[in-house]
């Protein structure tokens, strides 16, 4: 079967966010940086209601919201939960591997902070925003334009909030939000492929 255009800018983009994924990795071993350090201080410290608003959309990073969305799409379109299930658990698993291999150590321990929740597991990538991510990326296609906003603002308060909590770095996030992404987009290749 012959390439299209479209084919190639996917495969392309795959690279792309594939390349970028492995430079923050590589990033993220190297220490804690002048400028991430500063940007974790800019955006953390704000407390309040702020900080219970971040608390309460943090589930939706969670892998109970991979089971609980895919079963609630399933009602209504077996091919969209499909790439919902296989685009979260995919992602939720590779970041608990990325978590062992990386071994990067949390901001109570790279900045001596106390954060709002004590984890005992390695820092990089965010599971909650590589969640959250691939299940905003896989039904991407199918949102209308209210929805896109809506599903890019839990998807950044989640991220926000694990900043907030003290439980993830600047790099974390990014890591997380890359390979959420990658994850979907290869998950929409091969079912899309799967079906010619």
């Known amino acids: 079967m012959p390439r299209t255009s479209t084919d190639s800018v996917s495969r392309r983009t795959l690279v792309v966010v594939a390349a970028a994924l492995a430079v923050v990795t590589i990033m993220a071993q190297f220490g804690l940086s002048w400028l991430e350090e500063s940007t974790y201080d800019l955006l953390t410290g704000f407390g309040g209601w702020w ?3 971040l608390t309460w959309v943090q589930p939706a990073g969670t892998f109970f919201m991979v089971v609980a969305a895919t ?3 399933f009602i209504f379109n077996r091919d969209y939960a ?9 992602a939720w698993l590779l970041a608990q591997v990325f978590k062992v291999v990386v071994g990067r150590a949390r901001p109570d321990v790279l900045l001596g902070i106390e954060p709002n ?10 599971g909650h925003t590589t969640t959250i991510v691939a299940l905003v990326a896989a ?3 199918e949102l209308y334009r209210g929805e896109r906003v809506v599903a ?3 998807a950044v308060l989640v991220a926000l909030g694990r900043l907030e909590l003290g439980v993830h770095l600047p790099l ?4 997380g939000a890359l390979l959420g992404l990658l994850v979907a ?8 492929g799967s079906r010619t």
Request: glycine share 10%; no cysteine; proline share 7%.
């Open 185 to 192: 987009l290869a998950v929409r290749a091969v079912l899309a």
């Open 117 to 126: 929740v004590v984890l005992e597991s390695p820092g990089y990538p965010s």
């Open 82 to 90: 499909l790439r919902m299930g296989l685009s979260g658990s995919l």
């Open 139 to 141: 039904l991407w296609p």
């Open 172 to 175: 974390d996030i990014v890591g």
């Open 51 to 53: 900080e219970a608003l």
């Open 152 to 154: 890019v603002l839990v």
């Open 71 to 73: 079963m609630l799409v």
